[in-house]
């Protein structure tokens, strides 16, 4: 269950789950590489009896690869998802039989694509997540440093902007106490929107873990 806005930025859950998307991209990382590049070299070697082998080693390593992400789900995101049926083949089968089973395993298909359709979502997920909350922390507590600017870096206040074009300086500085608590004000809905934010951006991973790794 997911915590109440007021708790939610203080929540151990809310940062387990952005713990989850900020690990996601390097993981996404390598799924991609490894989906990509193992498909393409068993379709490229198709021709040959080496195309096979790859392919089944794709889905193999795949399959590896959604175990640890159903564990990672239900780590971090308390989702339990069942793994598919393991692939069987006869006893007495030899290795071409079952490299055959493999082949028609249609839930290491679905882990292979799921390590390609996941890569933008998480990459997105991991931007908005680390933005919002830095974003978030970071100007909700403005006044409480608010004063080293003018003291120690010979600004005003804190520089929004400052630029010059067309010969005409450009400047703005938050340097008033009612400008620094309405900066804080709006630093502390973002602190409290961004639960809100990890929560759908994780529900997408919960989506397709459901759908695709189950």
Known sequence: MAPGLWRAPFAASTYREIGYTVASLPIAIVGFTFAVTMFALGMGLFVTVLGLPVLAAALAG????????????RTQLGLEV????????????GAWAGMRARLSDGA???ALLFQVVMFPPRVASFVLSV?????????ALLPAYSWVF????DWPGYRVFDYTSGGE???FYLESPVQIAGASLLGLAIVFLTPKLVR???????????????
């Open 131 to 139: 933005t919002f909350l830095v974003t978030g922390w970071v100007v």
């Open 169 to 171: 300086r450009h400047a």
């Open 200 to 214: 759908a951006l994780t529900n997408i991973d919960r989506a397709a873990v459901r759908s695709m790794l189950g």
């Open 108 to 110: 290491g298909w679905r």
């Open 62 to 73: 795949a399959q590896g690869l959604g175990a640890a992400e159903r564990g990672r789900a």
């Open 150 to 153: 003018p003291r120690y870096v």
């Open 82 to 93: 069942a793994g598919p049926a393991a692939v069987r083949t006869p006893r007495d089968a």
